[in-house]
């Protein structure tokens, strides 16, 4: 069964660093996603992607974030300049057309655990 | 505005027992609804939908029917196993989802 994949699993950073964070969404899904859990905290959206552009963006996906699908197959997150803030574990997440005419069943990968020191 | 509110947990059940994780929701519009679940060291896993009111979502023996009126979306199983023992996350879906905080299962032998 295809599956989102994510890399890497952890990374540990130091404050002000920059991060990528790396996706690969299941192979014909057109709609991609990055979610965010801080420890303890409910899952929050961060942004959504398609067509080689940002679709919805939450209030968090700040100016210290980018996404970016550099070819066919990776979808990635950057942070540019980490604060302690951000350690989390993000998720991403790809979808299909639904049937309602935009974004279907999302399927999540199993997460990038980032902590910022 | 949209939002979610998934009972409390931690819930510990011994097996064989009954399964509830009320969930009841805010949204603009007409949303889908979601459970996913989310087993230990694992990311997020659908477990069930339903897409319009009444419609029952159901999938490992876990159910849950889309309440309009009620403006909710209550998981349920039967019977759960050791196995179910996870996370899990109550999320509508109106464009993006919002999810609940969670609700952290432990079933005992």
């Known amino acids: 069964e295809p599956e989102v994949t994510q890399t890497p699993s952890h990374q540990v950073t130091q404050m002000g660093q920059e991060v990528i964070l790396r996706c690969v969404p299941i192979?014909?899904?057109?709609?991609f996603y990055w979610y965010r859990q801080i420890l303890g905290q409910k899952v929050e959206f961060l942004v959504s992607?398609?067509?080689?552009?940002?679709?919805?963006k939450s209030e968090i996906f700040d100016d210290q974030f980018s996404v970016e699908r550099p070819d066919g197959s990776n979808f990635t997150l950057k942070i540019r300049s980490t604060k302690l803030e951000d350690s989390a574990m993000y998720f991403c997440?790809?979808?299909?057309?639904?049937?309602?005419?935009?974004?279907?069943?999302?399927?999540f990968g199993p997460g990038t655990r980032l902590l910022v020191l | 505005g949209n939002s979610v509110t998934q009972m409390e947990g931690p819930v510990t059940l011994s097996e064989e027992a009954f399964l509830t994780i009320n969930c009841t929701y805010t949204?603009?519009?007409?949303?889908?609804l979601f459970w996913y679940v989310q087993y230990p060291g694992e990311g997020l896993q659908l477990l069930l939908k339903?897409?319009?009111?009444?419609d029952k979502g159901s999938n490992k023996g876990f159910e849950a029917t889309y309440r309009k009126e009620t403006t909710s979306f209550h998981l349920e199983k039967g019977s759960v196993q050791v196995s179910d023992s996870a996370v899990y996350f109550c999320?509508?879906?109106?464009?993006?989802?919002?999810f609940g905080t969670g609700t952290s299962l432990t079933v005992i032998p």
């Open positions: 997440a790809s979808s299909s057309q639904g049937t309602s005419g935009g974004w279907g069943t999302q399927y």
């Open positions: 192979s014909n899904h057109l709609y």
């Open positions: 999320a509508p879906r109106v464009n993006q989802f919002y």
């Open positions: 339903a897409t319009k009111a009444d």
């Open positions: 992607f398609y067509n080689n552009e940002i679709s919805e």
């Open positions: 949204a603009t519009g007409y949303p889908s």
